[in-house]
């Protein structure tokens, strides 16, 4: 299972901005996708997740300006992001929970991880 992931760059503080991540190849089903993301001298921390049945789970920092959302069938999540803050500056990586084979266990995949930038 591969992750790509879309849609980084530097924007200015109020700003907005959508992240794709795409997941490909060997793919038997995927459970929950999500973004985490890791500051400089910080470590890596969720973002926000969504299960496949659409329920989502938000960092508390983030609540009301960021959405997570889904296309099960294009094995893709989103981020939409809005009133961006310059502590949203990270890399932001994607993550998928999914199984590559009928008979494989459920593993976490990450995407390498695309730079936000937010200036003040």
């Known amino acids: 299972v591969q992750l790509q992931a879309s849609g980084g760059g530097l924007v200015q503080a109020g700003d907005s901005l959508r992240l794709s991540c795409a997941a490909s190849?060997?793919?038997?089903?995927?459970?929950?996708m999500g973004w985490y993301r890791q500051a400089p001298g910080k470590e890596r921390e969720l973002v926000a997740s969504?299960?496949?049945?659409?329920?989502?789970n938000y960092a508390d920092s983030v609540k009301g300006r960021i959405t997570i959302s889904r296309d099960n069938a294009e094995n893709t999540v989103y981020l939409q992001m809005s009133s961006l803050k310059p502590e949203d500056t990270a890399v932001y990586y994607c993550?998928?929970?999914?199984?590559?084979?009928?008979?494989?266990?459920?593993?976490?995949?990450w995407g390498k991880g695309t730079q936000v930038t937010v200036s003040s």
């Open positions: 993550n998928a929970d999914a199984r590559s084979s009928w008979y494989a266990n459920v593993m976490a995949y």
């Open positions: 190849g060997s793919i038997f089903s995927i459970k929950a």
């Open positions: 969504i299960t496949t049945g659409g329920s989502t």
